[in-house]
């Protein structure tokens, strides 16, 4: 999984980057010529794997990781030119940073603070990336289709003639209604207004009290897409407190209840339509991502291809009932595992054992 950071300059992408990876990078990078992104694979924090691991304290724990990827601030109109615009097309989510905060000190480019106007904008550009996309191979398309008949150039651009009328009327493709063959279709162009995306509004100290209501004046009901707001100048300040004690203290003084990560973590999983799944190995207890409503038999092959095509069945548990069991083969000795078929749905949470002809 990796979540990529962009917006206009100044917004706080850094800052949140820190925040989220527990970094130290300075803020200033980019200011002083810093071309690369900052990057950073963190593990992603699930308090169920802990507890799981508590009962084969011997064994390593392996938590799912999610990769983070901090670009540079993007010029005001300059998405679709972007040097950036591979690293935004690789993510699997987008995390748009916006800036909610007042300070004359920094510039912005427009005359006026408004986080709203900013998320409109940055959605029209990168509907235009796409639709520069879609044009462009439409057109190549189209000659290519003068010259030889061909039955999947004419179905692919039919649904880029589709795709291209949606993109026109204004909406992201995140919004289309999508068919499986036609989202295998266009996988490859990895369309930039299509990929979920998290608005995350960096406010002022002055708002931090009232961030639930600051993302309430900005929730969108639109699909694959979410807001989130934070104070980046108190959590950066809190990343330099080691004692859990005074941040606690500080978190109050601000009016906070928590800090973003454990509220971001949980919003990108559900936006990504990601679970996880745990498995005890010999050496290993470790959590796996996957798709919501995927197959056992998906799941297999995502630890290994031999499970997948070596497949006879999956041992199930939940994971609540494994504690209260104390280990599996104390489940399996009082009949509480379950045999499941390569058609089993995997649910968030669930403990398998894969049994498999290698």
Same mark, same amino acid.
């Given at each position: 999984?990796?979540?990529?950071?962009?917006?206009?300059?100044?917004?706080?992408?850094?800052?949140?980057?820190?925040?989220?990876?527990?970094?130290?990078?300075?803020?200033?990078?980019?200011?002083?010529?810093?071309?690369?992104?900052?990057?950073?694979?963190?593990?992603?924090?699930?308090?169920?794997?802990?507890?799981?691991?508590?009962?084969?304290?011997?064994?390593?724990?392996?938590?799912?990781?999610?990769?983070?990827?901090?670009?540079?601030?993007?010029?005001?109109?300059?998405?679709?030119?972007?040097?950036?615009?591979?690293?935004?097309?690789?993510?699997?989510?987008?995390?748009?940073?916006?800036?909610?905060?007042?300070?004359?000190?920094?510039?912005?480019?427009?005359?006026?603070?408004?986080?709203?106007?900013?998320?409109?904008?940055?959605?029209?550009?990168?509907?235009?990336?796409?639709?520069?996309?879609?044009?462009?191979?439409?057109?190549?398309?189209?000659?290519?289709?003068?010259?030889?008949?061909?039955?999947?150039?004419?179905?692919?651009?039919?649904?880029?003639?589709?795709?291209?009328?949606?993109?026109?009327?204004?909406?992201?493709?995140? +919004?289309?209604?999508?068919?499986?063959?036609?989202?295998?279709?266009?996988?490859?162009?990895?369309?930039?207004?299509?990929?979920?995306?998290?608005?995350?509004?960096?406010?002022?100290?002055?708002?931090?009290?009232?961030?639930?209501?600051?993302?309430?004046?900005?929730?969108?009901?639109?699909?694959?897409?979410?807001?989130?707001?934070?104070?980046?100048?108190?959590?950066?300040?809190?990343?330099?407190? +080691?004692?859990?004690?005074?941040?606690?203290?500080?978190?109050?003084?601000?009016?906070?209840?928590?800090?973003?990560?454990?509220?971001?973590?949980?919003?990108?999983?559900?936006?990504?339509?990601?679970?996880?799944?745990?498995?005890?190995?010999?050496?290993?207890?470790?959590?796996?991502?996957?798709?919501?409503?995927?197959?056992?038999?998906?799941?297999?092959?995502?630890?290994?291809?031999?499970?997948?095509?070596?497949?006879? &069945?999956?041992?199930?548990?939940?994971?609540?009932?494994?504690?209260?069991?104390?280990?599996?083969?104390?489940?399996?000795? &009082?009949?509480?595992?379950?045999?499941?078929?390569?058609?089993?749905?995997?649910?968030?949470?669930?403990?398998?054992?894969? &049994?498999?002809?290698?």
């Amino acid at each position: 999984m990796n979540f990529t950071l962009f917006g206009y300059p100044r917004t706080g992408k850094t800052t949140l980057f820190n925040i989220l990876s527990g970094s130290h990078i300075s803020v200033k990078a980019y200011d002083d010529g810093k071309k690369e992104p900052n990057q950073r694979a963190c593990p992603f924090p699930d308090g169920r794997l802990e507890q799981i691991w508590r009962l084969y304290s011997e064994k390593k724990k392996i938590a799912a990781h999610v990769d983070f990827i901090d670009l540079a601030g993007i010029s005001y109109g300059e998405v679709k030119n972007s040097l950036f615009l591979n690293a935004l097309r690789k993510a699997d989510a987008l995390a748009h940073v916006v800036r909610g905060f007042h300070d004359d000190q920094i510039p912005h480019h427009k005359p006026s603070i408004s986080p709203g106007d900013d998320i409109r904008t940055m959605e029209e550009e990168l509907l235009l990336s796409d639709l520069v996309s879609v044009e462009s191979r439409m057109e190549k398309l189209d000659k290519d289709l003068k010259k030889a008949k061909s039955p999947e150039g004419e179905k692919e651009f039919e649904l880029l003639g589709k795709l291209r009328r949606h993109l026109e009327e204004g909406h992201p493709l995140r +919004e289309y209604a999508w068919t499986e063959a036609e989202e295998k279709q266009v996988r490859n162009f990895a369309f930039l207004s299509q990929k979920p995306i998290l608005y995350l509004i960096n406010i002022d100290e002055s708002d931090a009290g009232r961030i639930h209501e600051v993302e309430r004046a900005q929730t969108t009901s639109k699909k694959n897409a979410a807001v989130l707001a934070f104070c980046g100048k108190i959590e950066q300040e809190i990343l330099e407190i +080691e004692n859990e004690e005074e941040k606690n203290v500080f978190l109050a003084e601000y009016g906070l209840r928590e800090l973003t990560a454990p509220r971001f973590f949980p919003l990108a999983l559900d936006l990504l339509e990601m679970i996880f799944f745990f498995t005890i190995g010999k050496d290993e207890v470790r959590a796996w991502p996957i798709r919501k409503n995927s197959p056992a038999l998906k799941a297999a092959g995502s630890i290994h291809t031999d499970i997948e095509k070596g497949f006879i &069945r999956a041992e199930v548990i939940t994971w609540k009932a494994i504690l209260e069991h104390g280990s599996l083969q104390q489940a399996k000795d &009082r009949g509480a595992i379950r045999l499941e078929g390569k058609e089993y749905i995997v649910q968030d949470g669930d403990v398998i054992y894969f &049994r498999f002809a290698p």
